[in-house]
């Protein structure tokens, strides 16, 4: 017996950034999964691949689907919309996600708190899935950080060094911060009372229950993020490496599925992969 997809019943999933470095992805992943359709991808006015057939864009053939350049028609014809793009057009994105009651889901990072502000706000309206970093792994690591963070009194020194590709603008990462956040709430501090985000020059010794951040740029660097416990006479170190983006796009898709249908309110992966204690 052969069986055919209902595309009726699918999940109408909307990429903005789409000829991004992960908006690609994020394509690629939507169209080769069950229970979800390709509603369609944005760019920016003047943006690469503007008026191009996806199908071509991804090296599938024609599809019918060109990459267009107006968010609203594209939240419009969708449930849910992800968003990997910057922090400006991610705010813009927000506001017609709260306007036109789509479900959003926000792999975007370096989001100044004033920016964040506005995904809070979209939140009272529609369901936002905002994560750092939409990887199973990372997301198991972060609970595991907050774990021994928890059981390891502040003799044990965090520090926490993460690596990326030379294109990455912002830094420390979105998902070292994350890191530290969940290391900080082990502690129940407030990581922005603990944080030193970088060093240069005669700093003095380091301060007891500081939490570090070194940072790395080079080549083609997915991500790697390792945590540090540096006590005297041992050292835990946790790391997770990614090896291809296909692990934020397969997380952005399962997150979108998650989403669409739930209540308005602001989740994290942790809410998606059922990691909330
Ligand atoms: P990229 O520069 O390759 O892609 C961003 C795309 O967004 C570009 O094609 C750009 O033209 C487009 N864009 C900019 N403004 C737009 C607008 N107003 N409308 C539509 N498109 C617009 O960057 P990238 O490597 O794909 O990363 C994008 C973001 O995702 C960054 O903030 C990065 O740190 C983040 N990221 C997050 C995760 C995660 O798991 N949360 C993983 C990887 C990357």
């Not at 019943?9 to 950034?17: E, L, N, T």
């Not at 964040?116 to 972060?142: C, D, Q, R, W």
């Not at 490496?241 to 249908?261: D, H, I, M, N, T």
Request: hydrophobic fraction near 45%.
């Amino acid at each position: 017996m052969t069986l055919r997809t209902d595309h009726t019943m699918a999940i109408r999933i909307g990429i903005v950034g789409c000829a991004g470095r992960m908006g690609q992805m994020l394509m690629k992943e939507v169209l080769d999964s069950d229970g979800a359709t390709l509603s369609g991808g944005t760019e920016r006015l003047g943006g690469p691949a503007a008026g191009q057939d996806i199908g071509e864009l991804l090296g599938r053939g024609k599809l019918g689907l060109v990459v267009d350049t107006d968010a609203r028609a594209l939240f419009l014809a969708s449930d849910v919309v992800i968003d990997f793009t910057t922090r400006e057009a991610t705010v813009a994105h927000a506001r017609l996600a709260a306007e036109l009651g789509k479900a959003l889901v926000v792999g975007t990072t370096g989001l100044e708190p004033a920016q964040e502000v506005v995904l809070h706000e979209a939140a009272t309206k529609v369901p936002v899935v905002y994560a750092p970093n939409f990887s199973i792994g990372v997301n198991l690591l972060m609970s595991l950080v907050e774990q021994v963070s928890k059981v390891l009194d502040p003799s044990y020194d965090i520090e926490i060094v993460e690596m990326h590709h030379r294109h990455k603008v912002d830094a420390p990462s979105g998902t070292a911060l994350g890191l530290g956040r969940a290391a900080a709430a082990g502690r129940q501090v407030a990581l922005s009372d603990v944080a030193v985000r970088q060093r240069d020059g005669i700093v003095g010794p380091r301060k007891s229950g500081e939490i570090g951040f070194a940072t790395l740029r080079g080549g083609d660097v997915v991500g790697d993020h390792t945590v540090m416990f540096a006590a005297e006479g041992e050292r835990i170190e946790l790391t997770h490496k990614a090896q291809s983006r296909a692990v934020f796009s397969k997380g952005a898709v399962r997150a979108a599925l998650w989403a669409q249908g739930r209540k308005a309110g602001l989740y994290s992966m942790f809410d998606v992969l059922g990691l909330k204690a």
